[in-house]
């Protein structure tokens, strides 16, 4: 967990060298999307440690790949109110008293992490497929590589390619998929996963209501944790 929250820190840090405004507006659009984004995503993907610790423990190993990819669809339904908040997160700066000037670069910045969210859903599910089964150390290890290539991934993007704080904001989406090809190559090709990964199902879209339903307490617990910290 760690190594996961690196990458956003590394960026931020990152932004700023680029100036003061920068930095605040970028720190601020890391928290709102810690608060509105990353920790309800996580906490959702929690639901998976129930389900797939059941299923692994009643040996019915080919439901933990049914987990998966249904969490990736209740996940990813989840992320449409999460991009309309993050596209309008200065208006919502501005509505909270927030000075307008640094409401504008934190509402860039939360536009270009919008991307970061179609590789943060399936790497969180595939995460939670893999420490059910107990298999920690291919998670540790991508999350290892992935902290230490972000920060050459976030200054080509801000300094080589010129994108600045907004090359900052997109690194996360860079970075995340690198960990999510690591981890998707290794339940693919990995003897240890061939009875839990058969492949995707039709039955991923049955249920949806029930894992919600798991899902949300879950969400809310994570959430209130960020909220309070």
């Excluded at 956003?8 to 999307?33: C, F, I, K, R």
């Excluded at 999510?180 to 090709?189: E, G, S, T």
Aim: proline letters at 3%.
């Amino acid at each position: 967990c760690i190594l996961q929250n690196v990458v956003n820190m590394v960026s931020v840090m990152v932004v700023g060298h680029l100036g003061e405004l920068p930095l605040a507006g970028a720190s601020l659009a890391t928290s709102l999307a810690n608060v509105t984004g990353y920790s309800l995503l996580t906490g959702m993907a929690t639901a998976m440690d129930t389900l797939c610790g059941q299923a692994y423990g009643a040996r019915l190993y080919h439901r933990l790949g049914v987990y998966k990819q249904r969490a990736m669809v209740v996940l990813s339904l989840a992320c449409v109110p999460i991009v309309l908040i993050w596209a309008n997160t200065a208006r919502i700066l501005v509505f909270l008293g927030q000075d307008p000037a640094i409401s504008a670069v934190a509402g860039e910045y939360a536009r270009w992490m919008i991307p970061s969210l179609v590789v943060y859903v399936p790497l969180q599910c595939h995460i939670r497929f893999l420490q059910s089964q107990s298999i920690v150390l291919p998670v540790t290890a991508s999350s290892g590589t992935t902290a230490l290539c972000h920060p050459l991934v976030c200054w080509l993007l801000v300094y080589k390619a010129g994108l600045g704080s907004k090359g900052a904001a997109l690194s996360n989406a860079v970075s995340y998929g690198i960990n999510l090809v690591i981890l998707a190559l290794y339940v693919r090709l990995s003897s240890t996963c061939k009875n839990t990964w058969s492949g995707f199902s039709r039955e991923a879209f049955r249920e949806l209501r029930q894992f919600t339903a798991l899902a949300m307490p879950s969400a809310m617990m994570i959430w209130l944790g960020v909220v309070v910290i």
